[in-house]
Structures are given as C-alpha cells and as structure tokens.
C-alpha cells in the first residue's frame, strides 16, 4: 500500500498507525505498570508499606523522656476480623506510658491508623511521637506539602533536615519521583522533622489518665494489600528484596 501511496497518503496512513499503537498503550501500561503495594505491621510498634517490594512508606512510635532521654516500647502485635492491634508500653519515671493503635484498610488505596496514649501517672517528657517515614531513595528529591487547619498551606522541599513543619497541621502530600500519599490527621497536629516526619501526641507534661486519640488516615496510589498479621503475607508476593528503612 505504501508503495503506491502518495506523500500526502502516506503521512495520512502513518499518522494512523501511530495514533492507534499510542491508542493501544494506553490502554495496556496501566495494569502491565500498576504497582504493588502492600501493608503489614512490622512489629509492634513499626507499620510498613512496600511498593513492588521496596520501601515505600512507614510509621513507627517514638518516645523520649525527660530532657531526651530514651523511652524504649515494647509490646505485641495482635490481628482479627483483618484489624492489627498493636500494644505498647513504656517506664518514663514512675510512670506507665501505653499507646495503643488500630490499623485497617477501610479502601482499595486507603489505611487508617486509630491511636490511643495514656500515663498511669503525671509524667514529664520531652516527646512521643509517630515518625513516619518515606522512603529516601522514591522521595528523596520530592516536595512535602502541608495543610493547616485554617487552611493555610505551605510547601517545604525534600529531603527533611532537623526543622519545625508546622503547627495545627491537618494534612500532608508527599510527592516525589518514587510516587505521592496524602496523610489526614484528626484532630490537627503539631510536627517537626527530623530527617523523618514526627507528628507530636505529646510534649512536655502528659497528665495522668488523659486519653490521647488520634486518627491517621493513608491515601495511596495505588492499591493497598493489607496484612493484618505479616505471618499471612503469601510467599509468591515480593517482599524478597525488602530491607530496613535507612
């Protein structure tokens, strides 16, 4: 055909062509490009998220004493009805300190992560926080937006060095070339960074018998696959080249 075709047919019949290849891979990069995510309590107090078995994001409870000294948790972590539990506690002084936190998909690309602090006594402390964590090789040359709760918005450039991000922060949006989550925090937070994001549960005193809550909820994506008890992940998924958060 191209042959016998004219100039005029023959860019005519390329243009053609091309248009429907461009039609077909549109309609197959999609699904063969999806990426896999997967979610899994890491221990008891570490939440994990992979991407096509590398880092993608995780959340871990943090805490320090009075003037920084360590308060290390320790606990457990529980599934059922594809809910985890995850039980922790910590000495600051005389005092008990237990946080508790709830995770479950509640969507196709959406987490949440129920938390609940509380001292058996008084205590004085520098921080507990909830570090989280994007992973630095995906964001490392991204941009973390936040939203107040007056709405006011700000944009700071990754990656994250030891500064304040705001205060009443309600929302992030990490964007980056590894891809992009939201994060909405209810009630609105305080939080720093230091090379990773700390949203503030408590500073300074926490009073006894006060009840901390706070509710984070994820959105990804893509797809979240979520494993209650890591023990279910099946051996086919890929989680093989997985390594620790640096």
Known sequence: IMQHATNHQRTRIRQEVLALLTLTLSCALPQSLAAELIAFPESHNKLTILCDG??????????????????????????????????????????????????????????????????????????????????????????????????????????LGKQPIGDDISKFQFRGPGGHFDVTMQPPRDVAADGAVRIILAAGTLPANVNVEQRLTLDLPEPVEFYADADDIPEDVDVDRWFEFQ
């Not at 809910?83 to 508790?100: D, G, I, P, R, Y």
């Not at 969507?107 to 507990?128: F, K, N, V, W």
């Not at 490392?140 to 990656?159: H, M, Y």
């Open 54 to 159: 590398q880092p993608f994001v995780n959340l871990e409870f943090v805490a320090w004493g009075k003037d920084w000294s360590w308060m290390g948790f320790r606990g457990d972590s529980s599934a059922s009805n594809n809910v985890t539990t995850m039980t922790n506690s910590a000495k600051n002084a005389e005092a008990e300190v237990k946080l508790t936190a709830r995770v479950q998909r509640v969507g196709d690309r959406q987490l949440t992560m129920h938390t609940s602090l509380i001292a058996d006594q008084t205590t004085e402390l520098t921080y507990i926080v909830i570090s989280l964590t994007p992973a630095s090789t995906g964001f490392r040359d991204g941009e973390l937006g936040t939203i107040c709760a007056s709405g006011q918005r700000n944009t700071i450039k990754l990656p």
